[in-house]
């Protein structure tokens, strides 16, 4: 169905992520996924909602309280949108649960691989499992009986809590009606059972189904009408007060205390729980029934992924994908001298996951083994709990080198982990910076400077994903490794806005957020606008995760009226309306939902022949372009150009296999299979790959 022209011409943001998610849901229902997979994506879906919640819907109820009647650039005041999101919420949810629970379970047991219903267990598996609860559960659980002495116990954000109904009188002669037990963070909540206990070469019980059992042992003497898992999601964005701050590690480790008991947002139960045990959970969390999810499986649903990656099945998971080392960088691993040859005579670029992000590790590696380095300049966003990466640059830091490292502490849950590290590197004399408070460090850039020949000569990467070497096995970046002089005198000006104070120096070739990178883009799309009313050859092609920022989005709408012909790859939420008549109708919107995540971003602009290529740390998104820093750089080898195209988007525009295409209401379907199969994972893998 096509919007009118009274429709707003942008599309809610909570309800274009939900949509994403369905794609990524649709990955678990194709019955052509792995099995094993398909239940890795019910649980992605699962952790993508509790980030949902955490942050959007927490967003959307905070503006029904502050600006009721405020009419967003969607269309809908803040309560419209709400329960608009609710209905679409609600249905998502019931969707995976019936998946779940009819077609992935059932069909796991096939295949020997089972989630133990109490109601299944032989004598012998009861046995076995009353001997566990009594020897490594029971004793860390505290049961609270509620009544004027004890209150309704503090709930940590996404906890497993589960809500007794009693009858009876205890010792005190007091009577019991509602209990309330907390499953600590530290028990497992997927137990696996020995193989000849439960029959199955693959049987597990979940820790739900435990204590659910066995929770009259915590009551003795009282009658227990019933047992019912349940957890609440709150608010979980962090509040820094930028003025009145004076250390931020130690005002964001303040904030994070209490991360975990912002205001309840959503709260999932059994599906089987009592409507007044329900009511009463409501009223403890001042949340609605809107706000309330029943639940088939586990509440916690993400907490099944364990199984996806603890059972040796691989006909049941994506066949085994080991990236190659490419050229140069597989000869020239282990010498540092030839490494850095190799990045002098020509740019070098790389394409993750297809190819292996070692080479990134070799650069730093080298970086701090070659006694003609001398420094190294490192932006940290996510990197992980155990990170190479970050042990290279203390080894660096420690064998004299200066180490400058620009941690960025507010990278949504990584924050605690990124504090951890900042202290490391400190205490081995490192040179940490925290970046511009008020604007998250998010750029991908490292940079090492060598003395040669009496001279200091720069190396840089530069990349649109973080230096996490177990996500760049499952998110599709591109990284440069050059010695573009330009290039790298634009990232030590970078650095040092970063590290220091001082004026905003003009940069040769990088584009910067919060400064350039939002004019220069709405300026290229404004330039294929006038070649195509000029008669000219107009071309707009870009790769992004996600489209919001209204002024981008408007430039675009004009270039399209101007005949300007624009695809776009946006794997999330969009808020650009595509192929609406008069408005939109030369833009094309995809999203590619597959094997690996697509991450990288990609501006691709015609430019009268010169086909300028940007790479980019950077979405088209408000906080992006204004509220973070941000580079986006050009690749200038026409080669690697040539690459850059080809696999960013030729083949993206070619696959009909994991494509999906929008339509103008927001809507998605599915590109259909014409003439033969194009699979753009499996093609860059067979390309790139070993």
């Known amino acids: 169905m096509l919007p009118s022209s009274s429709d707003p011409t942008l599309l809610n943001r909570e309800l274009s992520l939900l949509k994403f998610n369905e794609r990524v849901l649709a990955m678990a229902e194709n019955p052509d996924t792995p099995l094993l997979e398909r239940l890795r994506y019910l649980c992605i879906v699962s952790s993508n909602l509790d980030e949902f919640f955490e942050i959007r819907i927490s967003s959307l109820k905070e503006q029904q309280r502050q600006n009721p009647n405020q009419i967003g650039s969607d269309g809908y005041t803040p309560g419209e949108a709400f329960e608009r999101v609710h209905v679409a919420t609600h249905e998502l949810v019931d969707r995976q649960n019936f998946l779940l629970t009819h077609d992935v379970l059932p069909r796991l047991r096939k295949e020997g691989i089972a989630l133990l219903d109490p109601a299944d267990w032989s004598e012998e598996l009861l046995g076995w499992a009353q001997a566990g609860f009594h020897r490594e559960v029971m004793p860390m659980l505290t049961p609270i009986g509620l009544d004027p002495a004890h209150p309704f116990p503090r709930v940590y954000n996404k906890s497993l809590n589960f809500i007794v109904s009693l009858h009876g009188q205890d010792a005190f002669g007091r009577s019991a009606s509602i ?62 007060d930028e003025e009145e701050i004076t250390n931020l590690r130690l005002a964001l480790q303040g904030e994070l205390s209490q991360r975990n008991f912002g205001a309840a947002v959503r709260l999932e139960i059994d599906h089987v729980m009592p409507v007044a045990l329900a009511t009463f959970l409501e009223k403890e969390f001042q949340l609605s029934p809107q706000d309330t999810y029943r639940v088939s499986g586990p509440v916690n649903l993400s907490r099944l992924m364990q199984l996806c990656n603890v059972i040796e099945r691989p006909e049941l998971l994506f066949p085994d994908y080991r990236p190659r080392m490419p050229p140069p960088f597989d000869m020239v691993a282990d010498r540092p001298a030839e490494l850095f040859a190799a990045i002098a005579e020509k740019d070098r670029l790389l394409h993750h996951p297809y190819q292996a992000f070692q080479p990134v590790l070799n650069f730093l590696t080298a970086a701090a083994l070659d006694p003609s380095v001398v420094a190294i300049k ?13 042990r290279l640059l203390v080894a660096a830091a420690k064998a004299g080198k200066e180490v400058t490292v620009v941690v960025e502490l507010m990278a949504r849950f990584d924050e605690q982990t990124n504090i951890n590290w900042a202290a490391k590197l400190e205490e081995v004399g490192a040179h940490v910076s925290y970046g511009v408070v008020g604007h998250k460090t998010h750029a991908k850039m490292s940079l090492v400077l ?50 220091g104070l001082g004026a905003r120096r003009p940069l040769k070739l990088l584009l910067q957020a919060p400064f350039t990178m939002h004019e220069t883009m709405v300026a290229l799309i404004r330039g294929e606008a006038v070649n195509a009313r000029a008669g000219k050859k107009a071309r707009i092609m870009a790769k992004m995760n996600s489209l919001l920022e209204p002024i981008v989005i408007e430039a675009l709408y004009k270039a399209s ?55 980019s740390s950077a979405d088209w998104m408000d906080r992006n372009f204004f509220r973070r820093v941000e ?26 296999q994991l494509a999906w295409r929008a339509l103008p209401n927001g809507t998605y379907v599915k590109v259909k299979g ?4 194009f699979n753009l994972h499996h093609h860059l893998m067979k390309q790139l790959g070993p």
Not at 567 to 578: E, T, Y
Not at 634 to 646: E, T
């Open 450 to 499: 060598r003395r040669e020949r009496g001279h200091i000569r720069r190396y840089g990467h530069l990349g649109t994903g973080n230096y996490h070497p177990r996500t760049a096995r499952l998110y599709t970046d591109f990284g440069l490794l050059t010695a573009d002089q330009r290039m790298c005198e634009d990232m030590d000006k970078v650095f040092s806005l970063l590290t």
């Open 179 to 240: 209990a309330i037990v907390q499953a600590p963070r530290a028990l497992p909540r997927v137990i696996k059972v020995p193989a000849e206990i439960c029959g199955i070469p693959h049987g597990y019980i979940l820790l739900t189904a435990l204590i659910s059992t066995f929770v009259g042992e915590l009551f003795p003497g009282l009658d227990v009408k019933g047992c019912y898992q349940w957890r609440v999601t709150r608010n979980s964005d962090l509040f820094v």
């Open 378 to 390: 490192q932006t940290i966003y996510r990197t992980g709990e155990d990170s190479e990466l970050m």
């Open 561 to 615: 009226q101007a005949g300007v012909r624009i695809d776009l790859i946006v794997r999330g939420a969009c808020a650009l309306r595509a192929g609406v008549p008069g408005m939109s109708e030369n833009i094309r919107v995809r999203s590619i939902i597959g094997q690996f995540l697509e991450h990288s971003r990609v501006f691709y602009f015609y430019n009268g022949g010169a086909e300028n290529v940007y790479l």
């Open 674 to 677: 014409r003439g033969k199969p």
């Open 631 to 656: 580079v986006s750089f050009p690749i200038l080898d026409k080669i690697l150009k040539r690459r850059v195209i080809n696999e960013s988007f030729t083949y993206a525009l070619r696959d009909n």
